[in-house]
T-cell receptor, first 118, second 112 residues
Framework: AQTVTQSQPEMSVQEAETVTLSCTYD???????LFWYKQPPSRQMILVIR??????QNATENRFSVNFQKAAKSFSLKISDSQLGDAAMYFC???????????????FGKGTKLSVKP | NAGVTQTPKFQVLKTGQSMTLQCAQD?????MSWYRQDPGMGLRLIHY???????DQGEVPNGYNVSRSTTEDFPLRLLSAAPSQTSVYFC???????????FGPGTRLTVL
């Protein structure tokens, strides 16, 4: 069974600095999807970034970028120029390939709580 | 578009009571799912549906029932609430499994 591990329950960063959140996963598949979701205190789940495993290029969305290391099964999130509004829980998630059985369902890590200090 | 809506936002139940958490989406998405979020556990899949009339179990289905009579609605039923079901419940939908899942605002449920 696939698993997603976020080894940092809490992280802290100074405003305007850069922080990296770690995520590792376990799968025997070669084609899959990885996601980072942000959950602010409002509780709303917001998609930050997604990565297709078949793409070698790391995904980027404005100040958010990932370091996808397929062989190491690592998918870290880098937040540059951190802002107070970045303070939230961040969840890493995995989705398997195709539509068969439960492969298309999201599997979440336990989350990392990010604090941003002014 | 309202996106994914959930009602109620908050609910307190007594042990043994039953209730239905409502979820609706107006994006004509085929795929819908229910998750529960517990402290330190992330989100775990309860049930999911790949289309009207088709549902299946996720990781933690015990104590919950679902049905999908229309594309828009995917209610989650608690038949006999237990304190272990105290949690935040999220409904999500997507055009297909490989597409982005859109989440509702969640329901905070407390079972006394």
């Amino acid at each position: 069974a696939q698993t997603v591990t976020q080894s940092q329950p809490e992280m802290s960063v100074q405003e305007a600095e850069t922080v990296t959140l770690s995520c590792t996963y376990d799968t025997s598949e070669s084609d899959y999807y990885l996601f980072w979701y942000k959950q602010p205190p409002s509780r709303q789940m917001i998609l930050v970034i997604r990565q297709e495993a078949y793409k070698q290029q790391n995904a980027t969305e404005n100040r958010f970028s990932v370091n996808f290391q397929k062989a190491a099964k690592s998918f870290s999130l880098k937040i540059s120029d951190s802002q107070l509004g970045d303070a939230a829980m961040y969840f890493c998630a995995y989705r398997g390939p195709g539509d068969g059985g439960s492969q298309g369902n999201l599997i979440f890590g336990k989350g990392t709580k990010l604090s941003v200090k002014p | 578009n309202a996106g994914v809506t959930q009602t109620p936002k908050f609910q307190v139940l007594k042990t043994g009571q039953s209730m239905t958490l409502q979820c609706a989406q107006d994006m004509n998405h085929e795929y819908m799912s229910w998750y529960r979020q517990d402290p330190g556990m992330g989100l775990r899949l309860i049930h999911y549906s790949v289309g009207a009339g088709i549902t299946d179990q996720g990781e933690v289905p015990n104590g919950y029932n679902v049905s999908r009579s229309t594309t828009e609605d995917f209610p989650l039923r608690l038949l006999s609430a237990a304190p272990s079901q105290t949690s935040v419940y999220f409904c999500a939908s997507s055009r297909g499994r490989v597409h982005e899942q859109f989440f509702g605002p969640g329901t905070r449920l407390t079972v006394l």
